[in-house]
């Protein structure tokens, strides 16, 4: 059996154990786009510098035995301050409530597909598969067409989540590859304030491709900040959609740190639906090896006065290679938007390539949108000077590279984790100098 | 302010000036393109059997080929079997002297400010003209003769200098190359070409005008430059058409050669008729540029483009040569309905190579403005450096400004710089103008030509101050 026709089986199953609600037709719609689209090619614009049809000629288990994992497992890729957060745990995509915690008041988390159907279905309706409109490809309808185990979090008005939420993406690949479908459902009531930091886990050396999907919305006077933390085996690969409603005036700050991994995509959305909201995307990617990491952006200014900032830095070795691709999309009435965007690029080895595409869509004429983007090698000068200062060149390197991250570091502002992230650049970044 | 605003809104657009009709009896091939057609043209130039040969591999390849989707642009399909691929004045033979022009070509070349006879006297620019698919006159060649400089129409080149043709046309941009190179390939009719032996610098201005005339008609000219090392050349190209209510295509190529050491460049006014206030009418100008430098050798493109209803166009250099340089200067200007999908790509392969590009957009109306740009820079392009700043200006809340540029670098001692802002012209600087007894018109010509000014003064000195009075008519009307 292929790929395809396993995928296909598994969804018919799927539909006949959880038949009704109204995801069910969602799913199906998704199911169809998956089978008209299929895995994106190159030839696909949006997937011009990535090729992720070779990581499915592997034989994936979808939704593997999830019992097989035991919390002592969990430990050892526990993130710093985990007992004073509230935890969520995936295991192969599943959301596995054995291993979560809830320890903040004002948090509800709950299966989307129970969600569908009780008192916050019209959230549901109004706000899953929303993504769908803006990446128009088959990995992402595949997601929305084998929906199981995904969660929807939920924030109730006027309440300050103290504690950060930790999401752990597990995938068990001990036995055999795993293709993991995490889909989670994030709704931020009014005047509301929550931070999450998501990690992702591979066990075992089989191999995993993880496809996630993550909605979140947030409304009037909320504040989201979001750390992304990707740090995974060389044979973990991902394609990761997180999109981002602002249907009130709000302010967004996500950070994107990615460290390691095999093939990571990551379609990163702010959709500004209210005048006056605030979006900060950042990102840094530090890859070594063969990896591969792609960030596509896209911000919406659907209406007048918002605001967005979004800075990219990366710093490629060995045969990595990097990809961004920035999209500002100004609508006919968006008027008195301020877009920035910038991405700046350090190659440190000849095999190393970057493709960088920052693009700007304008439809008002009363903005101020600006883009830029550099690639090049680290300061002879800096070098030069921290040399003349008795520093050996390696250890130079390393701090200016260090100095070059620090930018994006600053941005978390969730501080045992920007701590973890800082300790684990200069880890490697002791390691390249060594 | 806002009454103001609607005044200028309604001040009619000035006419396009070039939008007549010269009744000039022409010899049509017949209507549709199949290989009898691509052998009537061929019959009808008298081509050896090797272009003929040439041209159909051509036709063979375009059909196999799809036309291009990827472009920021909207239109009908075209309906390649509606256009004619041949049209020439009639009273044509080999023309000696200027006195033997068609007077009534004469006329159109006069109304186009081009005359040709005054040009051979005094302006010291030698002209080649091209009026739908036939170069009519060319000047100046006998004192570029004497240099060993060859400046003809592209027909009495496969004539005279076979051995150039077969060497290197199609050698920048080959047959495949994409559908509507290929499409040129295939029914390509005259264009100019340009050889400029070892050592010489070129003391003249070459220059070539391009006019499409007949109904119908798409136009698809080919142009050659080879430059042998060492040599310099300055060429400039124009282009007008009549107002016409249905669009009409044309798909040019252009290929430069610059051997080691040379430099050219290459500045082009591109004013075909951009169609009416309703989007009616007006050329599609697909068209394929491309140039090769050798070692040390230098291309610049320069280009004011203000017509065209579609404008498609991607001037490009090859840097394969080390310590080579391309250069990329670029003003364009859409209003009404008119769409631009326009930039340029660096290929950055020899070492130490360097290109630059500017490009100013400024959209008006309910047109849309692209910019697509490739930077490239290979494994092998060590020290290679590039500079791309491209800003559009808005000017009205219907129109549309992107940018979409594309930056591969595998090299890592290699430094690639990109910018890009948009902006409007803003109140506070018309307030200012206005303020010191400027109306508001003439502040946001004045705000325009600084803002493109940087791209008009890389063009000769003939060019800049039409291209500047070009910029400031397609605008007007259009202060918002």
């Known amino acids: 059996m292929n790929q395809t026709d396993y995928l296909k089986a598994r969804f018919e199953q799927l539909q006949q154990e959880e038949p009704g609600g109204n995801l069910a037709a969602v799913r199906s719609k998704a199911f169809s786009a998956f089978e008209r689209m299929g895995i994106p090619t190159v030839r696909n614009e949006e997937w011009k510098y990535t090729r992720i049809s070779g990581l499915f000629n592997k034989e994936y288990t979808l939704a593997a035995d999830i019992a097989a994992l035991s919390s002592n497992d969990l430990t050892t890729y526990q993130l710093p301050a985990h007992e004073e957060a509230n935890v969520l745990v995936f295991v192969n995509g599943i959301f596995a409530e054995q291993h979560s915690v809830i320890r903040s008041a004002g948090i509800s988390i709950q299966l989307l597909e129970l969600a569908a159907k009780n008192e916050y279905a019209p959230i549901v309706a109004a706000h899953f598969d929303h993504s769908s409109s803006y990446v128009n490809d088959g990995i992402n309808a595949l997601n929305t067409a084998l929906l199981h185990g995904g969660i929807f979090v939920h924030v109730a008005k006027n309440k300050v989540i103290e504690h950060p939420v930790y999401i752990y993406h597990i995938s068990d690949a001990r036995n055999t590859p795993v293709l993991a479908q995490p889909r989670s459902l994030v709704y931020l009531s009014e005047n509301t304030q929550l931070q999450l930091a998501e990690t992702y886990i591979t066990i075992g050396g089989s191999g995993s491709f993880t496809n996630q999907v993550m909605e979140v919305v947030v409304e009037k006077d909320a504040q989201l900040s979001y750390y992304k933390i990707q740090n995974d085996s060389a044979d973990a690969s991902q394609v990761n959609t997180t999109h981002i409603r602002q249907t009130g005036t709000s302010v967004v700050n996500v950070v994107t740190i990615s460290l390691n991994g095999g093939i990571v995509r990551n379609n990163l959305h702010a959709v500004m639906e209210a005048s006056h909201a605030e979006a900060h995307l950042y990102g840094l990617y530090f890859q070594q090896g063969n990896s591969h990491i792609d960030n596509h952006t896209v911000v919406d200014n659907v209406v007048p006065h918002c605001q967005s900032n979004e800075l990219y830095k990366g710093i490629l070795d060995n045969n990595a290679t990097g990809v961004f691709n920035g999209k500002i999309f100004v609508r006919k009435d968006a008027q008195k938007t301020n877009a920035f965007q910038s991405n700046k690029n350090v190659l440190l080895s000849d095999a190393a390539s970057v493709n960088t595409k920052p693009q700007l869509e304008i439809y008002a004429d009363d903005v101020k949108c600006s883009h830029g983007c550099t690639v090049g090698s680290l300061d002879e000068e800096g070098l030069f000077y921290l040399q003349s200062r008795g520093i050996p060149y390696k250890a130079a390197i390393a701090l200016l590279l260090q100095g070059f991250a620090m930018d994006i570091l600053e941005k978390i502002r969730l501080e045992p984790i920007r701590a973890y992230v800082t300790e684990l650049i200069a880890q490697r970044l002791t390691a390249e100098s060594i | ?480």
């Open chain 2, 1 to 480: 302010m806002d009454e103001k605003l609607s005044n200028i809104e309604q001040t009619v657009l000035s006419d396009y000036k070039y939008g007549f009709v010269t009744e000039i009896e022409s010899e049509e091939a017949p209507k549709g393109l199949d290989e009898s057609t691509i052998r009537f043209i061929s019959a009808k130039k008298n081509e050896p059997e090797w272009m003929l040969e040439w041209r159909l591999k051509a036709y063979r390849q375009w059909l196999k080929m799809e036309e291009p989707a990827w472009a920021n642009i909207q239109y009908p399909p075209i309906d390649y079997q509606d256009i004619i691929y041949y049209s020439a004045p009639k009273k044509k033979a080999t023309i000696e002297s200027l006195d033997e022009i068609d007077p009534e070509l004469r006329r159109t070349f006069e109304k186009l400010g081009i005359s040709l006879e005054e040009q051979k006297r005094l302006s010291g620019v030698a002209v080649d003209a091209v009026i739908d698919s036939v170069s009519i006159a060319t000047t100046f060649k006998d004192q570029l003769a004497e240099q060993g400089i060859i400046f003809c129409s592209m027909s009495e080149a496969i004539q005279h200098h076979p051995e150039l043709i077969r060497k290197y046309l199609g050698s920048v941009v080959p047959v495949t190359d994409n559908y509507f190179s290929a499409l040129n390939a295939a029914v390509f009719s005259d264009g100019s070409f340009c050889f400029i032996p070892a050592g010489v610098r070129c003391p003249m201005e070459l220059s070539t005008y391009f006019r499409i005339n007949a109904e119908n008609t798409g136009q698809f000219e080919r142009t050659l430059i080879v430059a042998e090392p060492g040599s310099y050349v300055s060429y400039l190209e124009g282009c007008t058409a009549p107002m016409r209510d249905e669009n009409q295509l044309h798909a040019a190529v252009v290929e430069i050669v610059a051997l080691d050491h040379a430099e050219v460049k290459y500045s082009t006014v591109q004013n075909w008729y951009p169609g009416d206030k309703e989007g009616k009418g007006g050329i599609y100008n697909f068209v394929t540029k491309r140039g090769i430098c050798y070692d040390h050798a230098k291309i610049s493109w320069t280009q004011v483009e203000t017509g065209s209803s579609i404008t498609w166009k991607y001037p490009s250099v090859i840097l394969k040569g080390d310590h080579s340089v391309g250069e990329f200067y670029s003003v364009a200007v859409t209003n009404n309905f008119q769409q631009a999908d326009t930039g340029t790509k660096m290929q950055h392969l020899g070492k130490h190579t360097r290109s630059r590009i500017v490009s100013k957009g400024i959209s008006a109306g309910q047109s849309n403005n692209s910019y697509r740009g490739l930077v490239h820079v290979g494994k092998n392009a060590a020290n290679a450096r590039n500079y791309s700043q491209c800003d559009s200006l808005l000017l009205g809340d219907k129109c549309g400004a992107h940018t979409f540029p594309y930056i591969e670098v595998k090299n890592k001692s290699s430094v690639v710089e990109h910018e890009a802002t948009t902006s409007k012209v803003g109140e506070d600087q018309i307030f200012y103008c206005n303020q010191r007894g400027i109306d508001t018109e003439t502040a946001v010509a004045l705000i325009i030509n600084g803002f493109a000014k940087e791209v008009m003064n890389q063009l000769p000195m003939e060019f800049a101050i039409e291209a500047q009075k070009l910029l400031a008519i397609s605008l007007e009307g259009s202060v918002g």
